[in-house]
């Protein structure tokens, strides 16, 4: 059974406070157990698309970041570049959008280096005991981290109901070519009726795939990589995927990716959730979101399965629903936790330890 320790926070905490909480869990769940003498730490991010101002803020990563060097380790910032165009399709915007949101040295403590080099193709490919995938594409660099520190902000998904932990791992830390394999399952049609024409996903459509038909968008199936942005940059709701059968999939190939990320250093990685300024859709999406519950706390544990199942259970708890069905209802966030336990990624039995 993992342990799971958890710091409750007031409503609409101060990201100081949210820092200090995040630091005393990393202590609880034995963080510094976790790093090595000049170990190189990846320390997983987001920092936010456009617009979207509710990522976890650069305080936690400053707190993390010394508690890391005090151990001697080499920590880093690191994230990979997007499927979508956005401010982060590639390590150059990045960065340059990494600072504008506040992650900077002087902020963090920390350097700021992708994980899959300046077009999101520096890569390795690696075997996992999967159902889906024998072999996964990740970030290199993350291949070549001793150390793991994990930092997910906990919010509904588009295509996945929760992402948390998970999805960090998965999505967050593979090459654009696991990203999209990842995505392989996802194909979405127009609703014509609801279609009015404004070219907005046009222009985002990362492969050209979307034209006009008879004055309606039309997407060209053979051309779809399933990436989700049309749907993310409709505004008229006349995007539509078949949830049911094809964000199944993508969870479990989002734990399998998260296999793969993490194995090679499984015993050195540290996963934190924070349930604060939780949103209906997850920091990839360029525009203002607001929170649309009460916070809860922080959570971290060395298991990536339970830390997310106790941050689900404790949604569930204080709400009534848990994230994917108070946000995308009809999807099934637990697909990736009950995948991501039978592939040997972590457990879903948990035991809840309260951090003072
Ligand atoms: S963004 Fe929506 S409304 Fe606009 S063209 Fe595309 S499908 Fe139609
Ligand atoms: S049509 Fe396909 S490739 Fe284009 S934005 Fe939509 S999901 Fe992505």
């Known amino acids: 059974m993992a342990d799971v320790f958890y710091q409750a926070l007031e409503d609409g905490a101060a990201p100081e406070t949210m820092a200090d909480s995040v630091g005393k869990v990393f202590d ?72 504008r949101h506040g992650f900077t040295f002087e902020a963090t403590g920390l350097p700021f280096i992708s994980a899959d080099g300046l077009a999101g193709n520096t890569e390795t490919e690696v075997a996992i005991p999967g159902e889906l995938n024998q072999r996964v594409k990740i970030a290199r660099e993350i291949l070549m981290a001793d150390a793991l520190v994990s930092v997910a902000h906990a919010t509904g998904h588009l295509g996945s109901g929760f ?21 392989s399952s996802m194909h979405p049609e127009i609703r014509t ?13 990362p492969e050209d795939a979307i034209v006009e038909k008879k004055g309606k968008a039309f997407i060209q199936k053979e051309k779809c ?59 990839c999406m360029g525009y203002q979101q607001s929170k649309f519950i009460p916070d809860l706390g922080v959570l971290a544990s060395t298991d990536p399965v339970a830390v997310d199942q106790a941050c689900m259970d404790l949604i569930r708890r204080q709400h009534g629903r848990d994230l994917a069905e108070l946000s995308y209802p009809g999807l099934d966030g637990q697909i990736q936790l009950e995948h991501g336990e039978k592939i040997g990624l972590g457990s879903r039995t948990y035991r809840l330890r309260e951090v003072e």
């Open 225 to 283: 990589i399933g990436c989700g942005e049309c749907a993310a940059v409709c505004r008229f709701d006349a995007v539509t995927y078949n949830w049911g059968m094809e964000s199944g999939l993508m969870e479990k190939h989002m734990a399998e990716h998260a296999l793969g990320a993490i194995q090679h250093m499984r015993d050195k990685c540290l996963f934190i959730d924070v349930a604060m300024n939780m949103t209906k859709d997850c920091d």
């Open 163 to 183: 992402g948390a932990t998970l999805k960090t791992l998965g999505m967050g830390l593979a090459s654009r070519m696991g990203k999209l394999r990842q995505h």
């Open 28 to 99: 609880a769940a034995g963080g510094s157990t976790r790093i090595s003498a000049g170990d190189f730490v990846a320390v997983k991010c987001h920092v936010g698309e456009l617009h979207n101002h509710t990522y976890v803020p650069p305080a936690v990563y400053r707190v993390l970041g010394e508690k890391l060097k005090a151990l001697q380790g080499q920590p880093f910032l690191t994230e990979t570049s997007t499927l979508y165009r956005g401010e982060r399709e590639n390590a150059i915007k990045h960065f340059i959008h990494a600072q």
């Open 193 to 205: 009726a609801k279609c009015t024409f404004c070219k907005k996903c046009l222009t985002w459509c």
